[in-house]
């Protein structure tokens, strides 16, 4: 009983399991790599803005372009809610 008490105390005060490391460390290279994109994405947007290369074909505005183009909604294309 003694011995059973010590592994259950051991696993409870943290013990990681191989499954949690190794979801952990696919989390982790995966949000690296969104971020990475996002990042890209934010890039792309801004030396559009700066060059007008959003401009054309009917496209009436960046906003409009953001959604037709990468899929935001027109609220996010917008920019959101406003900051306080």
Not at 23 to 44: D, F, P, T, W
Not at 57 to 76: C, D, K, M, N, Q
């Amino acid at each position: 009983m003694r011995v059973a008490s010590a592994f259950e105390h051991l696993y409870h005060l943290g013990m990681v399991t191989t499954p949690q490391v190794d979801a952990e460390q696919e989390l982790a290279s995966l949000c690296g790599g969104l971020n990475a994109s996002y990042a890209r994405l934010v890039a792309i947007v801004a030396q559009a803005l700066a060059d007008e290369s959003w401009a054309g074909g009917g496209i009436r505005s960046p906003e409009h372009w953001l959604t037709l183009r990468a899929g935001l909604s027109p609220f996010r294309a917008d920019g959101g809610p406003p900051s306080r």
